[in-house]
Structure formats: structure tokens, C-alpha cells
């Protein structure tokens, strides 16, 4: 069972002094991520759909084996808007070519539930992007329903886990899969904060119980797994980066049998440029 292990984004500036080094700038930022872990989700994507050139310069300016999983942009996920599909496709074929496209991520609302014009629309984006590795995270409860996985496998769309507060309304936390990957984010425990901005929702820091409970329940699953995502985004100052070098010591304590994709070598990373972006 391959174990790739990252955060969510990496260009932030109060991870200076923390996770990076003091002084450094936000050209060197993805250089030193690359020495640390080998996967990343690009969430910049999130707010403004990515153009072919951006999307190869990263590529371009990573070691041969890093990886990038790529956040659709909310036009498509949250909008549903069919116009934004083909030039977003464009983009991440950039990194597909390059071999450096893990995946692609879609992360609905919590204002979108389980209705029959939305699963509509997942089915449309599974055709699109299926290829290309699609995973789905669902904040409404009412996707947390026993035959969503078996749908999902059908649509070659892996489901992702996600840890969260204990929220009525969001989408409970827990192991869940849909085929053969585990695909995990860790977000936050604190129900007081969430409904906050996204500073505060995302401001936590997991303790090694929490996390020996994910290793513990994945263990479990690793006969029908292959592969393991694990990606942190709480990503307040460097809370992610230091749960995501912590959890990897953890798995080779109590998981040694779990092969843990090592970061890439740095030798061969170009200093990106000034119009490179997280």
C-alpha cells in the first residue's frame, strides 16, 4: 500500500520562521516543500481558474516524481458552470503530460446537497475528469448515505474522507472509499470556529491520538487499498506541514509495512519565477 502524504497549499507566509526558514521568499517556498514531502494540493485553483502556462511552469520547476493534486475551480464545482470545463481540461493536461498530475480534486459546498440536478452534475464531471483522477469531498450530511461509494466506484470517482468538528449538518467524519485509494483530509475539530473565516476554521493542530486513530482505521482497510492520500489543511501557520512530517513518523511506528512515497530530490528544482503561485 503506496502512502502519499502533503498539505493542502504551500505558499504561505506565516509558515516563514516556522515550516520554512526565516527569510524565506515565495519564489523558494515550492523549492524547499519538494525536500520535505512529494504532494501537494494546489488550492490557489480554487479561487481562479488556472491557464496551460502557470499550470506547466509548476510542473516544470518540480523533481521528477512530485505530484500535484489540482482543486477545481468553484465556477465548476460550486457554480456548475459547463463553460469553465474545457479550459480548465486544457490546464491540467499541462501537468498530466508532464507526469506530475495525481489528481484532481472537487470540493463541494456545504450549501449543496443530495438532490438528483447535483448528482447530475457529478456524473457530467466524472465523464470529464475521470481520467484524470477525480476525487469528490462532500460537506453536506446528506451525501453521507450507504449506496454514495458504490455510485461513485461505478463513476471511476474516488470519495474523500474527511476530518472534521462533530456538526449536525456537515458531513460526518470517518474512513470512507469508494474503490481502492483512501483519500483523506484533515481540516479541524473545532466546531466553535468553523463557521468562521477560513483563518479561523482551519486554525488546529492534531495531537498524536487523532492521528494514530486515522492509522489505526486505515490499517484496517489496507487489504482492499493501494494506495493512501493524506492531506492536511490546517494550514493556520505551519500546523499542517508539522501534523504532516508528525503523522509520517507515526505510520512508520505503528504501520512499518506501509511503503511512504519520500520526497523528491531537490537537486533538480529550477527557482520558480515571480508568476508562480500555490
Not at 39 to 45: C, G
Not at 211 to 225: H, R, V
Not at 252 to 274: D, F, N, Y
Request: glycine letters at 4%.
Amino acid at each position: 500500500m503506496q502512502v502519499w502524504i502533503g498539505t493542502s497549499g504551500y505558499s504561505y507566509p506565516d509558515w516563514v520562521g516556522g515550516f520554512y526558514p526565516p527569510g524565506t521568499s515565495t519564489q523558494k517556498m515550492l523549492a524547499y516543500y519538494c525536500e520535505h514531502f512529494p504532494l501537494v494540493e494546489l488550492n490557489f485553483t480554487f479561487y481562479r481558474p488556472p491557464t496551460p502556462i502557470m499550470l506547466a511552469r509548476m510542473a516544470d520547476r518540480t523533481p521528477a516524481g512530485f505530484q500535484f493534486i489540482v482543486k477545481m475551480p468553484r465556477t465548476i464545482s460550486h457554480e456548475e458552470r459547463t463553460e469553465d470545463v474545457a479550459g480548465f481540461k486544457l490546464a491540467i493536461e499541462q501537468m498530466r503530460q508532464r507526469g506530475k498530475l495525481q489528481g484532481v480534486l472537487c470540493q463541494l459546498p456545504q450549501s449543496i446537497h443530495r438532490e438528483k440536478k447535483h448528482e447530475a452534475w457529478i456524473e457530467r464531471l466524472s465523464n470529464e475528469f475521470g481520467e484524470y483522477g477525480l476525487a469528490v469531498e462532500f460537506r453536506y450530511r446528506s451525501w453521507a448515505a450507504p449506496d454514495v461509494p458504490a455510485w461513485l466506484h461505478e463513476l471511476r470517482t474516488d470519495l474523500v474522507a474527511v476530518d472534521v468538528p462533530d456538526i449536525p449538518a456537515l458531513y460526518p467524519s470517518g474512513l470512507v472509499q469508494s474503490g481502492p485509494h483512501i483519500y483523506v483530509r484533515f481540516h479541524s475539530h473545532n466546531a466553535d470556529n468553523w463557521y468562521q473565516s477560513d483563518a479561523d476554521r482551519y486554525n488546529y493542530s492534531y495531537d498524536d491520538a487523532a492521528l494514530k486513530e486515522w492509522i489505526t482505521a486505515i490499517n484496517q482497510a489496507e487489504a482492499s487499498t493501494d494506495r493512501v492520500l493524506l492531506l492536511f489543511n490546517n494550514c493556520h501557520r505551519s500546523q499542517a506541514a508539522e501534523n504532516a512530517e508528525r503523522i509520517r513518523v507515526l505510520i512508520q511506528q505503528l504501520a512499518p509495512q506501509w511503503a511512504i512515497t519520500a520526497p523528491p530530490t531537490s537537486q533538480s528544482v529550477r527557482q520558480l519565477s515571480l508568476f508562480d503561485h500555490d
